[in-house]
Nanobody, 127 residues
Framework: QLQLVQSGGGLVQPGGSLRLSCAAS????????IGWFRQAPGKEREAVSCIRRRDGTTYYADSVKGRFRISRDIPSNTAYLQMNALKPEDTAVYYCGAVGRRNMGQPMCITDDQEYWGQGTQVSVSS
């Protein structure tokens, strides 16, 4: 069973930066796409950014384009989300999600398609 272990997050002032990490356990070769999703209180979980493991194709939600950057390090099986120019509306629990090869040819970063989830980490943006 693939496991995703998250790190990073915390409290930051508006305009600040944070970096999230998501490390995949063994069987990471089964991962086709990995990314971040977030859920604010009272709202549904939404896609933030995803990256395809092999070719590095990326997806960003309109709300984070130009501010967030996703990357992956294949040897360490780790994905990163660099979050800059953070806003209060970015406050949420951020979850790492991943899908396997069955998603080849499918649209990227669909919340309901995720097969594996990390434990979640709180990101709070407040002055």
């Amino acid at each position: 069973q693939l496991q995703l272990v998250q790190s990073g997050g915390g409290l930051v002032q508006p305009g600040g930066s944070l970096r999230l990490s998501c490390a995949a356990s063994e069987r990471s070769l089964d991962v086709y796409e990995i990314g971040w999703f977030r859920q604010a209180p009272g709202k549904e979980r939404e896609a933030v950014s995803c990256i395809r493991r092999r070719d590095g194709t990326t997806y960003y939600a309109d709300s984070v384009k130009g501010r967030f950057r996703i990357s992956r390090d294949i040897p360490s099986n780790t994905a990163y989300l660099q979050m800059n120019a953070l806003k209060p509306e970015d406050t949420a629990v951020y979850y790492c999600g991943a899908v396997g090869r069955r998603n080849m040819g499918q649209p990227m970063c669909i919340t309901d398609d995720q097969e594996y989830w990390g434990q979640g980490t709180q990101v709070s943006v407040s002055s």
